[in-house]
Structure formats: structure tokens, C-alpha cells
């Protein structure tokens, strides 16, 4: 698959070597995105449990970033291993990967509640499932914030689908 044209009297080991470069590219960001919804997946599952045990309280200071010290650490170390065991990798490369993208994903997560006002609905929400959907919306809000273009809803049409979809608009009026 081509990400890029090329212009026909580009060299030839150059133009494998920007190629490879472009699927590699294309290769990180599908990796990079399925690790950032790992790690969504991961926190939301820690956030809900924790609200379901009845620390919903917990759960809005740990948003505020007003929770205290203790539990702001038990809550990431939660995290943490939730997060290890969806990926299922080992050693120090595990520790390296999970060390730089839980704090980007959290901080996603942080900028989305005060961005969004979701902080005071969550304050405003004392019952368990109200406190669950807003979470829900919170996730789903930091996901729009990494990824802006996801809602989009763009797919690739087989040839088949565009021609059917071309040939149900009207034609365009001669001049």
C-alpha cells in the first residue's frame, strides 16, 4: 500500500526508503491508537470499579486532582497493573511503555473533565449510575481530545460501494 505518490523520476532507493518510511508511520499510529484505547479501557475499568464500591467521591477529587497523596497512588497503581495485564508484556520494556503513556492518557483524561464540565456534573451526580455515564462521557471525551478526527465516521469504500454511491447523485448540469 502507497502512502504517498511519488514523482516518476524519483531514484529508486530513495523512494523505497520514504515507502517504508510512510508504512511504518502509518504502522506506529494504528499501534500507538490501540495503545491509548488499552489504556482508556484500563483507567475506565478502575474508575468504575471504585465507583461501584462506593468511592465515588474518590474517584471525582482523583479527576479534580484534590485526591490525597495515598489514594491518588493506590488509584494509579490500579491502573497500572490493569493496564499491564491488557497488554501482556514483560520486563522492562512493559514498565517503559506503561511509564510514558498512562500519565499522557491521564493528563487527557484530567484536561477533558475541566474542559468539558463533566467535574460538575459529577459532583452534581451523587447516585452510582449517574457517576458511571459521566465517566462513560468523560472517556469517551479525552478519546475526541487524543484522536480529534474519530468521530468522523470516514471508511474506505470497496469500488463496487463508490460506484454504486456515484451513480445515486444526480449528474452534474452541462455548461
Known amino acids: 500500500m502507497n502512502y504517498f505518490p511519488f514523482p516518476a523520476g524519483l531514484p529508486g532507493q530513495v523512494a523505497r526508503a520514504a515507502r517504508q518510511a ?30 461501584q464500591n462506593g468511592h465515588a467521591r474518590l474517584v471525582v477529587d482523583f479527576l479534580a ?3 490525597l497523596p495515598a489514594a ?9 497493573a490493569s493496564l499491564l495485564l491488557r497488554l501482556g508484556l514483560r520486563g522492562v520494556f512493559m514498565s517503559n511503555v506503561v511509564g510514558w503513556v498512562l500519565p499522557f492518557v491521564l493528563e487527557k483524561l484530567f484536561q477533558a473533565a475541566r474542559t468539558s464540565g463533566l467535574l460538575a456534573k459529577l459532583e452534581a451526580n451523587p ?6 455515564a459521566r465517566v462513560e462521557e468523560l472517556r469517551h471525551a479525552a478519546t475526541r481530545l ?5 468521530d468522523t465516521g470516514a471508511v474506505v469504500l470497496t469500488d ?5 454511491l456515484l451513480a445515486q447523485q444526480p449528474a452534474a448540469p452541462k455548461k
Not at 463496487?160 to 454504486?164: G, I, V
Open 127 to 132: 447516585t452510582v449510575a449517574d457517576t458511571l
Open 22 to 51: 510512510g508504512q511504518r508511520a502509518g504502522q506506529t499510529g494504528r499501534l500507538f491508537r490501540q495503545l491509548v484505547q488499552r489504556t482508556l479501557d484500563a483507567v475506565q475499568d478502575v474508575l468504575r470499579a471504585e465507583i
Open 65 to 67: 486532582d484534590k485526591a
Open 160 to 164: 463496487e460501494e463508490a460506484a454504486a
Open 72 to 80: 491518588r497512588v493506590l488509584l494509579l497503581e490500579r491502573m497500572t
Open 146 to 150: 487524543i484522536f480529534p478526527d474519530g
